[in-house]
């Protein structure tokens, strides 16, 4: 059985990690998670400022993983927008040297159906999703190459034939994201760079629940299980533990040991009637 106090904090010393999507929720959860594991840190998002209805700002998140002991660059970025992307490889590798973890988190969430999808709808949700994810892959995986060492991330679904109204755009965009990591992870099996996808079983507090009235806090669990898996995976060598669709969940109980998740739930205890979103 795995070593859960190895898996869950692993040591990233040395190790540089960016996080898009990090001025809020997961990903700002995930990126002091880094730090807190030794991880230097760069914050990419749009949100330089706090507002009432987008609290949190890549700036504050920087701070807050700098009080940790660790260094920490906030990028604002665009991640529809090729050159920003590009620049934010460059500015990663100019101030560390290097890039050893990507997560692309940044995300577009909506949920409607065909007729209520314009086709400029449809272009943000992919530009933000997918195409964001392959840009970043794009422009990160040489720096990885050099240094034959990396992990990357996509928070997505798994491949998936179900038809999924109400969100069809959506999915699109989150299963291209599915395919850019198991497509990176075959072609560069031997460079040992890991692509793998990781999603929640339920749905997970964070400001796109809080904001689409996602049932109710009773029904979240805290981003914490997220972080915690995404340890787990980040603790690997990447060779070993490659080209896999998680769950948070199954990543939890194969790379860690741990098949209790009741802590996890937002008020401490599981629902009556659970509401799970693993097969969207």
């Not at 934010?88 to 409607?112: C, K, M, P, S, Y």
């Not at 497509?183 to 339920?202: C, K, M, Q, V, Y």
């Not at 209790?260 to 937002?266: K, S």
Request: aromatic share 6%.
């Amino acid at each position: 059985m795995p070593d859960p106090s190895l898996a869950l904090h692993p040591d990233l010393r040395g190790r540089v990690a960016l996080v898009t999507g990090s001025s809020r929720g997961i990903g700002k959860a995930l990126a002091l998670r880094l730090a807190a594991e030794g991880a230097d840190v760069v914050v990419a998002a749009k949100s330089e400022q706090s507002t009432d209805r987008l609290p949190g700002s890549i700036h504050q998140t920087a701070e807050e993983i700098r009080a940790l002991g660790r260094r920490a660059l906030a990028v604002p970025s665009d991640v529809r927008d090729e050159e920003a992307i590009r620049r934010l490889i460059e500015r990663t590798i100019e101030e560390f040297g290097r890039l050893d973890i990507l997560v692309n988190n940044a995300g577009a969430i909506w949920l409607q159906s065909i007729l209520q999808t314009p086709p400029k709808r449809f272009d943000l949700v992919m530009g933000v999703n997918v195409r964001a994810a392959y840009a970043a892959c794009h422009y990160a995986l040489p720096h990885m190459v050099r240094q034959q060492w990396g992990h990357v991330l996509n928070m997505c679904p798994r491949l998936s034939t179900s038809p999924s109204p109400g969100k069809v755009a959506y999915m699109i965009s989150k299963l291209g994201m599915a395919y850019v990591a198991l497509g990176l992870a075959a072609e560069h099996s031997a460079d040992n760079i890991a692509g793998n996808t990781l999603w929640p079983r339920t749905i997970v507090e964070s400001q796109a629940s809080i904001n689409w009235n996602m049932a109710g806090r009773s029904q979240w669990r805290t981003p914490e299980i997220l972080c915690d898996a995404s340890m787990a995976i980040f603790s690997r060598e990447p060779r070993t533990a490659t080209g896999r669709q998680w769950i948070d969940e199954e990543a939890l109980t194969e790379l860690a040991g741990v098949t209790n998740f009741d802590h996890y739930w937002c008020e401490g205890k599981p629902p009556a009637h659970p509401i799970y979103i693993d097969k969207w």
